[in-house]
């Protein structure tokens, strides 16, 4: 199985933390566009005891980014840390999945 499957079959699951927190992932396979070349429509979210999403991996609106130089380059991949919103290079599911949880690992490490 490919990691694009891999990642379309955790469309709906959520996984309780042993910290009170959970996560999210929502995936669905769609047509492919200049929005969302990968050819999928993704969320995946980590979510306090109080409900309330502290990282979020998505690509369901734009993003305009801010370069340093020159003009904003809009994307529709991006992470929500926060308040935040900063741009995310998606190079494939299986990184998508990796780096996702490597946030989760930071966040749970560093936010006890």
Known sequence: MNDLENLLNLD???YPLDSGCW???EAKRVQISDAMPHGIKYSLTLHD???H???GY???HSF???QRYGAKKETYDHIHKQMDIVAYEFESASQLLEDF???VDYHME???
Do not use: L, M, T
């Open 58 to 60: 998505d690509n369901a």
């Open 12 to 14: 709906g699951e959520v």
């Open 110 to 112: 560093n936010n006890k």
């Open 23 to 25: 996560v999210k992932f």
């Open 49 to 51: 005891k109080r409900n």
């Open 64 to 66: 305009k980014s801010k």
């Open 101 to 103: 949880w490597e946030s």
């Open 53 to 55: 999403r502290v990282i």
